[in-house]
């Protein structure tokens, strides 16, 4: 098939390209920078939509993102993520083209404990990247409703080589510090080769419009400091402190290195890691898609260390 990843130059987008490619496709990356075979600004709709038409373009799988922590702001934030995705989907209605959006768990915010979010439940973004993602998921609805060929992947917390976010949590946990929070809330991590395998499905016609993607374990910070600490070689049991002053020290150097086009150490949303519940209900994706995660929390930070080992970034 002809395919379209726009964000192959990001994390997930390479490994999806890649995989893509071995399995025998077309596959045509898109960036704005060059190394990529095209190159556009996602808000460029007409270029990207004249693109898709030129070459044929079968499945587009749509990445590209400004994520959490970016230092343009809310407006930035929704432009790229909402206004663009929102864009290109409508104009998309008339192409014989499937579209396969990647949203993010986080259009559900913070989850009752014990309570796993599913696709139906009620969504609840709480940064200006949720409240993008959950727009941007209307969207794309919306066009579906009115003939796109479209489907939604919301991803858990993906991490593995080549992963420059969850990289910057490994190195703030080898430094052995206390850790904000009370440890206790969860999160619930999917290895990229996870996903990716996922994402395959979408090269089918998956019976329903919203899958939940993601991996076999929910774990407490607690156990996930233990965990990847294991591998990491840190200190596994942590004193935690109140979050309070961190957050609050959060949202002026956010701003500060804002005016520098910089993403600061320390974000609200860097911070949410530490207090917001994350879990989510897989089921969905297990029934209908025959999806079933390989890689537990253990072998895939082991195996991430390895690579940012080999990579020299440790
Ligand atoms: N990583 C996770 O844990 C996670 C979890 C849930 C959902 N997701 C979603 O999965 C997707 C990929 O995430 P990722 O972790 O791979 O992110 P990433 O590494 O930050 O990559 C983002 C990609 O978006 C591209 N991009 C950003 N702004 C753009 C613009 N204005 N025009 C064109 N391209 C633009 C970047 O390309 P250039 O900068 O080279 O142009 C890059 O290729 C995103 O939609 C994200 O919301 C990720």
């Not at 593995?160 to 946990?173: I, S």
Request: hydrophobic letters at 40%; charged letters at 25%; glycine letters at 8%.
């Amino acid at each position: 098939m002809k395919i379209l990843v726009t964000g192959a130059s990001g994390f997930i987008g390479s490994h999806l390209k890649n995989k893509l490619r071995e399995e025998g496709h077309e596959v045509y990356g898109m960036s704005r920078r060059p190394g990529q075979e095209f190159q556009a600004d996602i808000r460029d709709t007409a270029k990207v939509v004249d693109f898709v038409r030129r070459e044929g373009i079968q499945v587009v799988f749509h990445l590209s993102a400004a994520l959490g922590s970016h230092p343009g702001g809310e407006e930035y934030i929704m432009d790229v993520n909402y206004r663009a995705t929102r864009a290109l989907a409508e104009a998309l209605i008339p192409e014989p083209v499937k579209f396969v959006f990647f949203s993010s768990t986080g259009v559900h915010g913070n989850v009752p404990p014990g309570r796993p979010a599913d696709e139906d439940s009620p969504l609840s973004p709480m940064s200006p990247y949720e409240r993008s993602k959950a727009l941007a998921e209307e969207a794309v609805m919306k066009a579906r409703g009115r003939g796109l060929r479209a489907w939604i992947i919301r991803p858990g917390w993906v991490y593995g080589p080549g992963d420059r976010r969850t990289f910057k949590l490994f190195k703030f946990l080898m430094k052995n510090t206390p850790l904000p929070g009370n440890g206790r809330n969860h999160q619930h991590p999917i290895y990229i080769r996870d996903l990716v395998e996922a994402s395959l499905k979408f090269l089918g016609e998956p019976p329903s419009p919203i899958y939940i993607i993601s991996g076999d374990e929910i774990l407490t910070v607690r156990e996930l400091v233990r965990v990847a600490c294991a591998s990491f070689g840190c200190r596994q049991e942590r004193v935690f402190f109140p979050v309070t002053p961190v957050l609050v020290a959060s949202y002026p150097l956010r701003w500060f290195f804002s005016l520098m086009g910089r993403e600061a150490p320390i974000t609200p949303a860097k911070v949410s890691f530490f207090t917001v519940n994350r879990e989510f209900s897989v089921e969905r994706a297990r029934r209908e898609l025959g999806f079933s995660p390989a890689v537990d929390f253990a072998r895939g930070t082991a195996r991430a260390f390895e690579w940012y080992k080999r990579a020299g970034w440790l």
